[in-house]
Nanobody
Framework: QVQLVESGGGLVQAGGSLTLSCAAS????????MGWFRQAPGKQRELVAA????????KYADSVKGRFTISRDNVENTVYLQMNSLNSEDTAVYYC??????????????WGQGTQVTVSS
């Protein structure tokens, strides 16, 4: 089982950048595909980006393509989300989770505290 702790959120002006981190503990992190999800107020949680276990394949939601970059460090057991050109629609709580690559669904039913990203216009 992998335990996950998100960090790096904050308040940023539109057009600004943030980098989120997801620190994983537990065994077998390096063989798990990982994803960043977000949930805005009044909306369902959605997948933002995913990365394969080795980091060679990534996927993005259309809304963030060209602006966000997901990466991972399997030595440090950390997944990152670099977010550029932020806009108000990116305001949400961001979470990470293990993902099932075929379905892009989160594997774990429980979620960490997440990290709040607020973009001011």
């Amino acid at each position: 089982q992998v335990q996950l702790v998100e960090s790096g959120g904050g308040l940023v002006q539109a057009g600004g950048s943030l980098t989120l981190s997801c620190a994983a503990s537990g065994r077998m992190f390096s063989i798990r595909a990982m994803g960043w999800f977000r949930q805005a107020p009044g909306k369902q949680r959605e997948l933002v980006a995913a990365i394969s276990s080795g980091g060679g394949t990534v996927k993005y939601a259309d809304s963030v393509k060209g602006r966000f970059t997901i990466s991972r460090d399997n030595v440090e057991n950390t997944v990152y989300l670099q977010m550029n050109s932020l806009n108000s629609e990116d305001t949400a709580v961001y979470y990470c989770n293990v993902v099932t690559w075929a379905t892009m669904q989160p594997q774990y039913d429980y979620w960490g505290q997440g990290t709040q990203v607020t973009v001011s216009s």
